[in-house]
């Protein structure tokens, strides 16, 4: 059944009061949580010379958002929840914006990188397609984005107070490329663990087009085996990362992976 815009509304803010009433304790949950794997993932296939200017979709307190930063790019954050924009503002020091996923207004080809850490899972399957569209504006053209999200059967609603869409890996891959991105790679986390203990799929695409003077954006993966491995450096915990299709869904703990 389509959602109507009353539901949608709702969600929204149901979804955001459970982050902004356990903000706190949010934090302290997830401030220790290592995601280098991820934030190599999206920098390694930008190209060009840094620093680069990354989007922090869904930034939470801003733990994120200051890696980025440390690291000497330009960060600008970016969640719907008040106190965590707050909080990432005074965490690290970068601009963020208070906008809800639903009704972005984001700057038409100012990105490098979107980085949707554990973010874009609480969109509505129905709107996905629109706000994958709004991402894939706001890159600048051969520009990247990252997502990392419960994978699941294509179902979708409430859950420990917040909602949720939990796709096949299938169905995600579609619903992106039908976007307009080109996927570069695939990966399951957390890393070293067997697959029925990987609940997150990682995602990594490029909006094509001109980018550093070369005629066409490249793909950063290399083929070696039964998958597709990440090139370049790896974080340390990423060793070993293979691409192959998901299992079913796996139940999640917390937003932050």
């Not at 579609?174 to 070293?192: C, D, I, K, N």
């Not at 550093?212 to 490249?218: I, M, N, P, V, W």
């Not at 192959?244 to 917390?254: H, S």
Request: contains cysteine; hydrophobic residues 35%.
């Amino acid at each position: 059944m389509r959602l109507r815009p009353a539901d949608l509304k709702k969600i929204s803010a149901l979804t955001l009061e459970h982050y902004d009433q356990g903000a706190e304790e949010f934090w302290h949950g997830t401030r220790a949580h290592d995601v280098s794997q991820n934030i190599a993932a999206l920098l390694q296939p930008i190209e060009g010379a840094p620093p680069f200017t990354i989007l922090d979709l869904g930034c939470g307190p801003g733990r994120d958002l200051k890696a980025f930063a440390d690291l000497g790019h330009v960060a600008v954050g970016l969640d719907g929840a008040a106190s965590f924009a707050a909080m990432a503002r005074s965490y690290s020091g970068c601009e963020v914006w208070h906008q809800d996923f639903l009704e972005l207004a984001l700057p038409p080809g100012r990105f490098d990188g979107v980085f949707a850490n554990a973010s874009l899972f609480h969109v509505p399957g129905q709107e996905l397609p629109r706000v994958l569209r709004e991402l894939h504006a706001t890159l600048k053209p051969g520009g990247v984005l990252f997502s990392s999200n419960p994978h699941g059967t294509n179902q979708e609603g409430w859950n420990c107070g917040r909602y949720g869409a939990y796709h096949e890996p299938e169905t995600w891959r579609r619903t992106v490329s039908a976007a307009g991105f080109v996927e570069l790679a695939h990966y399951y986390r957390p890393p070293g663990l067997p697959r029925a203990q990987q609940p997150w799929l990682a995602t990594v695409w490029r909006r094509p087009g001109l980018a550093c003077g070369r005629s066409q954006a490249t793909p950063f993966c290399s083929t070696s085996g039964r998958g597709v491995s990440i090139g370049g450096p790896r974080a340390p915990e990423a060793s070993g990362a293979t691409l192959e299709r998901a299992p079913g869904w796996r139940n999640w703990q917390t937003r932050a992976t």
